[in-house]
């Protein structure tokens, strides 16, 4: 599977935007980008995951570039309840084999 | 709808020791997987399990760590004897295919004393 990287953290103002990178250079073409978020304590949860078109849901958005390099998850209004540890993980079509990486701390702040 | 749910949510240990962790899977999933997550890093995966079937087992220490999934539904992890390195976040989490979302356990943390 294509290695991602990300930045390890971020901030983000409450209220804002925050727009969080992946660059994934390797990724072949049946391989889809997915990401997970895991807030303190908890079990990682899934937010939304792409092939090659731009994809949204109820959580957020997932921009991916036309050469799928890289993409960026957008979530629209961040809140405080945002704050957490985001994976961006490239896989093929099946979610059984995803592999985890440090992923980026988001911090959200009032 | 009940997620998935595991127990306990904390252990602490001798280090020889057995430990069981058990988990229940959320209802009509038959993917059920295995994680060990440390500190500060992304969780790996342990085991898969396509019903009863453990499909991918390759990251699994069997020397030490077993797992079963009697009737392709609850599954437990074991490890026998425990090492003072297994202390971690042991979490389930299951799917209703390999091809669609994996739903969490809040996890097992293990302390090996």
């Known amino acids: 599977d294509a290695k991602t990287t990300q930045p390890p953290s971020m901030d983000c103002a409450e209220g804002r935007a925050a727009n969080l990178p992946c660059n994934h250079s390797t990724i072949s073409g049946n391989e889809y980008v997915y990401w997970y978020r895991q807030i303190h304590s908890q079990g990682p949860q899934y937010i939304i995951h792409?092939?090659?078109n731009n994809e949204t849901n109820e959580m957020a958005s997932l921009i991916i570039t036309e050469d799928r390099k890289s993409s960026t998850l957008i979530l629209p209004h961040a809140t405080l309840r945002d704050t957490a540890v985001y994976y961006c993980i490239v896989s093929g079509g099946s979610q059984g084999n995803l592999i985890f990486g440090k992923g980026t701390k988001l911090s959200v702040k009032p | 709808e009940a997620g998935v749910v595991q127990s306990p949510r904390y252990k602490i240990i001798e280090k020889k020791q057995p430990v069981a962790f058990w988990c229940n899977p959320i209802?009509?999933?038959?993917?059920l997987y295995w994680y060990l997550q440390n500190l500060g890093q992304g969780p790996e995966l342990l085991i898969r399990?396509?019903?009863?079937?453990?499909?991918?087992d390759s990251q699994l220490p069997k020397d030490r760590f077993s797992a079963e999934r009697l009737k392709g539904v609850d599954s437990t992890l074991k490890i026998q004897p425990a090492e003072l390195g297994d202390s971690a976040v042991y979490l389930c989490?299951?799917?209703?295919?390999?091809?669609?979302?994996?739903?969490f356990g809040p996890g097992t943390r293990l302390t090996v004393l």
């Open positions: 792409g092939l090659k």
């Open positions: 399990y396509e019903n009863e079937e453990a499909v991918d």
């Open positions: 209802s009509g999933h038959n993917t």
């Open positions: 989490a299951s799917s209703f295919t390999s091809f669609h979302e994996q739903f």
